[in-house]
């Protein structure tokens, strides 16, 4: 595989030619949309031999066959209940665990379902060999995150015990493989009260066979200021459970001003500092599966974002006839662009800044790569992926 850039003049045909492959393959491995359009500065992934006119096998059984040694990954993301059929079907091949989002909970402990029936995405998971895994927020029963669920749970252990009995029957009935919790903006003084939390859950399903994982705020520190981070132990929290998430994006965000949402040299120093406090082998690295469309000029408090997913920015500059530039500090790529007089600055994710993520996980030993979120279906994230991981597997689910 290889990376190609767009350049003036380039259509489809040429790059193909050029690169010795098929229009077939290199339009389906980027998902290039009829009429095939292309923005200078595309990042295009040159995948050879995919058989995308045909039977795509995933990379990691066909390295099993032939006996090639890769590092083993566990690939996992978040995905609502109501994601498509159809981006399920595609992401499923990719992935060992699937976090389903999410469950939550009351003041006295008892368990608040997801809106949506989450049933036939379990069904589905199991029959392609993944497991499905309860996601735990602190979603009240108003539909709400309310923190101040947090705080009560971690203080009351008769809270803790109704809530990992509801877990439990629920987990069993629905046939989940694990437990995610996922909590943010843990208060400061709860701090340890919370990775005993998840050790005490830990002890109980580990008994039932079952796996927790926590999900961690990017911190660069363990003294790091603000809401997000002071309730966050990553050497207790690292103890506590199986497996630990960094939740390595959202630098650019819904309100905050333009920029990329994962750059490499701000992901990079939140690996620096967790590896010091957690074993490699417990850590995964957190990508975003998204972007963000920013109006200009940005405005604190005012100017709001919107998410869009990474073919829909492409398409976006392909629209409106601009280039894609890429930041080199940040490996991401971000566009301007203007509509009905205002100027729009877009960041988000191709394969050049997915394949900087990648390369961290190698270099520093992590055995995950977690994705925020699988709602859309980008495939050369994927076919990146099993090129450079094994991908761990369940074995599959008959019936």
Do not use: C
């Amino acid at each position: 595989m290889e990376i190609y850039i767009v350049q003036p003049k380039d259509d489809v045909d040429t790059i193909a030619a050029r690169h010795k492959i098929t229009v077939e393959d290199l339009i389906w491995a980027n998902q290039i949309a009829y009429p095939y359009r292309l923005a200078v500065g595309q990042a295009l992934l040159i995948a050879r031999g995919a058989g995308a006119s045909e039977i795509y096998r995933p990379g990691h059984e066909q390295r099993e066959q032939e006996g090639r040694k890769a590092q083993a990954i566990y690939s996992f993301g978040y995905a609502y209940p109501f994601i498509t059929p159809q981006a399920l079907e595609d992401t499923l091949p990719y992935l060992t665990d699937i976090h389903i989002f999410s469950y939550g909970f009351t003041m006295d402990g008892r368990l608040v379902y997801p809106a949506s029936d989450d049933t036939w995405v379990i069904t589905e998971a199991e029959r392609a060999g993944v497991r499905p895994v309860l996601t735990l927020t602190p979603l009240g029963a108003d539909g709400h995150f309310n923190n101040a669920l947090i705080s009560t749970l971690v203080q009351d252990l008769t809270v803790q015990r109704r809530l990992i009995r509801g877990l439990i029957q629920v987990m069993e009935e629905k046939r989940y493989r694990g437990l995610d919790i996922d909590f943010e903006f843990v208060q400061k003084e709860d701090r340890i009260l919370f990775a005993s939390f998840v050790a005490r859950t830990r002890t109980v399903m580990e008994v039932l066979g079952y796996e927790v994982s926590v999900a961690l705020a990017p911190k660069t520190s363990a003294d790091q200021q603000g809401l997000l981070y002071e309730g966050i132990d990553y050497r207790r929290l690292g103890e506590a459970a199986d497996r630990v998430f960094l939740m390595t994006y959202e630098w650019g965000y819904t309100y905050g001003p333009p920029m990329a949402v994962a750059p490499i040299n701000m992901v990079r120093r939140v690996v620096d500092y967790a590896v010091t406090e957690i074993p490699r082998e417990k850590i995964s690295l957190g990508i975003p599966n998204y972007g963000y469309d920013w109006p200009l000029p940005y405005v604190r408090g005012v100017t709001k974002a919107q998410s869009i997913n990474n073919l829909q920015a492409i398409q976006t500059a392909v629209d409106h006839g601009v280039d894609i530039r890429f930041d080199e500090t940040a490996q991401s790529p971000y566009l301007r662009y203007w509509q009905y007089g205002v100027q729009h600055e877009v960041w988000f994710e191709d394969p050049r800044s997915i394949l900087a993520k990648f390369r961290l996980i190698k270099e520093y030993g992590l055995t995950g790569a977690g994705y925020w979120q699988l709602m859309s279906f980008f495939r050369a994230n994927w076919l990146m992926m099993e090129e450079l991981f094994t991908i761990r597997r369940e074995p599959q689910v008959v019936g």
